[in-house]
């Protein structure tokens, strides 16, 4: 189908002869999935439709307590310096961004008036300007008004080199202007078709001026509200103890009508994800238990308890191996793993190329993950049109002991191989959780049959993904030789995802280590093309231009992709909760209630 048929097919959407549901199957047939078939119309001016959880309480409060498990737990309350996932949704508790992504990745107002269309004047027909309006009578949990000035500012504050955001990626190239207390201008320097980065989803939350104006740049570690959060949420901050509790209750003054329904909030952190499916499905201890990293049989046995039910939606989340290319056991100017030094011997293709190999995927996804995950060699995976058809994995030690043979690798008398007087042995971290620890034992075996030896290394989850910078053993340090875990696609669209593999994100001492690229590794020709991705209005050639950035590196083999990974949570029966694969966990958190 080309251009002009969708075009067709959009025009009859807007007078009534085909369905949005219809056009969205259409497009499904064509490798076009739902997000991006809900933003073709968007773009052409037919209103999103709404996935979000129907709320039934006709009063807000009156729910008792809501009690939920993140067995990763939290350890700072700022969405701007949230590099793990347990950060964001705690964050998402208190601060809101102008929209978030329902399950079919449509764009959901939250703080502002309206998704912008260029109908309602938002967008503008160059692709440059968007305008959004700004909810009015919201405050912020301290009472003073929500206004433009604060988007402005959370802008100039991510921005800035010196705050070391971990979202200035989404704010760096534009500029935000204010056009009325309740109307910002963002302009962007070139036609941009994913314009939906900054203010929305994980990026976006807005961040009050009175509060962190004092702190921007290289102040910003020292603001109290890094750990005491002054909001717009549904939920208003009682107590925080970083690595163990957050305790929050119900907003009287929040913006939405009859919202929120629970009194109060209790978010508890620690233990394994085993326990918490177990607070969940079987003790019914607890409410809701994020990520459950659970193999699947195990999940399937604790169900039949009846207390409460799986919830697993599709996303974009990949769980990956990165092979470090910069030097993990040199220091250079107060770091390790810099950009200045290089690997002794995984800068070696075929040493990483023959340890891509010896990667039994699909044994991993059928014996440990089942429900939670399906193997493959391609980061990206959702939505489809931007998965690399060329991508194939495959697992083969012989192929891996023959590439290391012609590479010069020999092995010595203990089966280690070594060149140079450079062993193959190193290593391999990774996040404590029963199938991560599994999976690492699977490739440990089949690396020791081609003459690879891996120490294997496990660090409690929320230290390993803590925003601590003084940590050492945090993934975003990457001071090893061998890393695994998930990464979160934070919207329906692959850009902000990818640009996990663009130079001017490389984790680093100068950005606290809260630049994107963990990897280290980047490529003249990712740049080029991830630049020219974001100013590509014609939807296949961006695409294209995606597909490539993802299959550079890849194909190098820095970037071992395992699983796409579906998203697995555990509600009680009787709670009614809105589960995005596209957002965070807490995205809509104050429309939850108790049937």
Not at 14 to 37: C, E, H, N, V, Y
Request: glycine share 8%; charged share 25%.
């Amino acid at each position: 189908m080309n251009e002009q048929q969708i075009r067709g097919l959009v025009a009859d959407v807007k007078d009534g002869t085909l369905s949005r549901r219809s056009f969205i199957q259409r497009m499904a047939a064509l490798g076009i999935a739902a997000p991006i078939a809900s933003q073709i119309l968007a773009w052409n001016d037919v209103a999103m439709a709404n996935a979000t959880l129907a709320y039934k309480p006709t009063k807000a409060g009156g729910g008792g307590p809501l009690k939920m498990l993140l067995w990763q737990a939290p350890t700072l309350l700022n969405p701007h310096f949230a590099s793990g996932t347990k950060d964001q949704i705690a964050s998402r508790i208190f601060y809101e961004p102008l929209a978030g992504w329902d399950k079919e990745g449509n764009l959901i107002p939250q703080l502002a008036a309206e998704v912008p269309t260029k109908a309602n004047g938002g967008l503008s027909a160059d692709g440059k300007v968007v305008t959004w309006k700004i909810k009015q009578g919201v405050k912020w949990h301290d009472g003073k008004p929500l206004t433009a000035d604060d988007v402005v500012f959370t802008w100039e504050y991510a921005k800035d080199p010196e705050t070391a955001a971990y979202t200035t990626g989404a704010y760096t190239n534009i500029t935000v202007e204010k056009v009325d207390d309740h109307t910002v201008k963002v302009i962007f320097k070139e036609p941009t078709p994913f314009w939906a980065d900054p203010f929305v989803g994980v990026a976006g939350m807005i961040i009050p001026k009175h509060h962190f104006g004092d702190y921007k740049g290289a102040k910003s570690r020292e603001a109290p509200a890094n750990l005491k959060p002054v909001g717009t949420g549904a939920y208003k901050f009682v107590e925080f103890k970083p690595g163990d509790i957050v305790s929050a209750e119900r907003n009287p003054d929040y913006h939405v009508k009859n919202q929120p329904y629970f009194d109060t909030l209790e978010v508890k952190g620690g233990g394994d994800a085993v326990s918490a499916a177990r607070a969940v499905l079987q003790t019914g201890e607890y409410d809701y238990a994020w990520n459950l990293q659970v193999e699947d049989e195990v999940l399937k046995r604790m169900e039949t308890g009846g207390r409460g039910k799986i919830s697993a939606v599709p996303s974009g989340d990949i769980e990956f191996i990165i092979l470090n290319t910069t030097d993990p056991w040199t220091e250079v100017d107060g770091e390790r793993s810099s950009i200045k030094t290089k690997h002794p011997t995984l800068s070696d293709p075929a040493v990483r190329q023959a340890i891509n190999l010896l990667i039994d995927r699909d044994s991993i996804q059928k014996f440990i993950y089942g429900r939670g995950g399906t193997a493959t060699a391609s980061f990206v995976n959702e939505p489809k049109q931007f998965k690399s058809t060329k991508l194939k994995y495959e697992f083969n030690i012989d192929k891996a002991n023959k590439i290391l043979d012609e590479a010069g690798w020999k092995k010595g008398s203990d089966g280690i191989r070594e060149k140079d007087g450079k062993k193959l042995k190193y290593v391999y971290q990774t996040s404590i959780n029963a199938p991560r620890q599994k999976t690492q034992a699977i490739i440990k075996q089949a690396c020791q049959r081609a003459g690879i030896d891996l120490e294997l290394k496990s660090v409690t989850a929320s230290v390993f993904f803590s925003s601590d910078v003084a940590n050492p053993d945090t993934y975003t340090k990457l001071y090893t030789d061998i890393e695994m875990y998930t990464t979160t696609q934070p919207q329906p669209d692959p850009e902000r995802f990818l640009n996990q593999f663009v130079s001017w994100e490389i984790a680093s001492k100068e950005n606290k280590w809260l630049g994107r690229n963990v990897s280290r590794y980047s490529d003249p020709e990712a740049d080029k093309a991830y630049k020219a991705a974001q100013k590509e209005l014609d939807p296949a050639k961006r695409a294209a231009l995606l597909i490539r950035v993802n299959e550079i590196f890849c194909e190098a083999n820095v970037i071992l992709p395992i699983l796409s990974r579906t998203r697995v949570a555990a509600a009680t029966s009787n709670l009614s909760h809105d589960h995005s694969g596209w957002d965070v966990d807490t995205w809509n958190l104050a429309a939850w209630y108790r049937s």
